[in-house]
């Protein structure tokens, strides 16, 4: 057993992940960008519509939940929607995201779990109270919350097929803060 001890050591050091030599984390540098987006905290209720590729507009119900965790370094944000139609006693699949702060990078981090997949996201604080997260690749979506309103979430999503040359939308929520948790 003695003998395996340095083969082990080692084993373990080379599993350490990179992260863990560079610098530490800015944790406080990292809950005051997320304070930024507290204008998001909250039980949401509101209308909106979505027209996906195939061109067909629906209008939904859509309620979320967004909350602090872990000490307030990640936001967690939980939707569901009801389609208003023949399916309207029927949940849509629903979705759930995080955003966090990259202190070292100085960037938002967006990934969302929805429609079965992971989809990660660039986003950005556009302005105090805008908050912008953009999916990569040739075909892209992009979505931008306004909640200079007090209690009040705009949401507007839009999809290029050109790499975000042009953009089109598809998407436009209007929310109301039922509960400020």
């Known amino acids: 057993m003695i003998r395996f ?3 082990l ?4 050091l080379a599993l350490t992940p990179a992260s863990a030599q560079q610098a530490p984390r800015d944790i406080p540098a990292q809950a005051a960008a997320m304070k930024e987006l507290a204008f998001l905290k909250g039980k949401w209720l509101g209308r909106g519509y979505r027209i996906p590729p195939g061109g067909q507009r629906y209008d939904y119900t859509q309620t979320m939940t967004v909350e602090e965790k872990s000490a307030g370094i990640v936001l967690a944000i939980e939707g569901l929607s009801l389609r208003h139609a023949q399916d309207a006693d029927k949940p849509g699949s629903g979705s759930f995201a995080v955003v966090s702060y990259d202190d070292r990078t100085k960037r938002y981090d967006f990934r ?6 992971l989809i990660p996201a660039t986003a950005e604080l556009v302005r105090p109270g805008v908050f912008r997260w953009t ?12 909640g200079t309103k007090v209690g009040e979430w705009r949401e507007t999503g839009e999809r290029s097929t050109d790499g975000g040359k042009t953009w089109m939308q598809t998407h436009a929520l209007t929310a109301w803060r039922v509960d400020t948790r």
């Open 5 to 7: 001890l340095p083969l």
């Open 9 to 12: 050591a080692a084993t373990a």
């Open 112 to 117: 969302s779990f929805g429609f079965g997949e």
């Open 135 to 146: 999916t990569a690749g040739p075909l892209q979506f992009r979505f931008n919350v306004d």
